[in-house]
T-cell receptor
């Protein structure tokens, strides 16, 4: 099992550009989530999904879109990047009875 | 609503001395609580979890935590710090009752271990 994988590892964008952060898991987990990590603020939930076709907003959803067409994949789309979205992004997955497993993260810089 | 407060942003200990990282939580439900560790430029690793079984939870690498409902606390301890324990530690509560797939993180505590 590869666990939770994220691509790319690093990305630099210019303000206004769009991009998609990829997340995939091979553990057949129904729950998947996206978090952003900023210094001194821990991790904050952006969006989450409890199964294919079902998504909902977390604590900081503005500027991000998600969709979940398959159990395995949960991409995060930045519609029009802003410097405030400079952060480290983590994807996670779990079942209803175990802890969340985190991917290695994507470090995003928006200039 | 659930929330988590880590009472210290930075803790410094000497190698071989005890570690105490403090965490208070607020929850309308019977909470699921976790401690995660993040080493520099790495992802997050689960140290231990509490899910309404035994109140004293043992985790990996000699860490343990005690759930105290009366004090709404879930402090993380280790009897003897090792240099490899230097990292950032997050106290986490699961939103809602049980495991909902949504986690609420504390702000993090940076543990420094001095030789």
């Amino acid at each position: 099992n590869a666990g939770v994988t994220q691509t790319p590892k690093f990305q630099v964008l210019k303000t206004g550009q769009s991009m998609t952060l990829q997340c995939a898991q091979d553990m057949n987990h129904e729950y998947m989530s996206w978090y952003r990590q900023d210094p001194g603020m821990g991790l904050r939930l952006i969006h989450y999904s409890v199964g294919a076709g079902i998504t909902d907003q977390g604590e900081v959803p503005n500027g991000y879109n998600v969709s979940r067409s398959t159990t395995e994949d949960f991409p995060l789309r930045l519609l029009s990047a802003a410097p405030s979205q400079t952060s480290v992004y983590f994807c996670a997955s779990s079942t209803s009875y175990n802890e969340q497993f985190f991917g290695p993260g994507t470090r995003l810089t928006v200039l | 609503a659930q929330s988590v407060t880590q009472l210290d942003s930075h803790v410094s200990v000497s190698e071989g001395t005890p570690v105490l990282l403090r965490c208070n939580y607020s929850s309308s439900y019977s909470p699921s609580l976790f401690w995660y560790v993040q080493h520099p430029n790495k992802g997050l690793q689960l140290l231990l979890k509490y899910t309404s079984a035994a109140t004293l939870v043992k985790g990996i690498n000699g860490f343990e935590a005690e759930f105290k409902k009366s004090e709404t606390s879930f402090h993380l301890t280790k009897p003897s710090a090792h240099m490899s324990d230097a990292a950032e530690y997050f106290c986490v509560v699961s939103h809602g009752s049980g495991n909902t797939g949504k986690l609420i993180f504390g702000q993090g505590t940076t543990l420094q271990v001095k030789p």
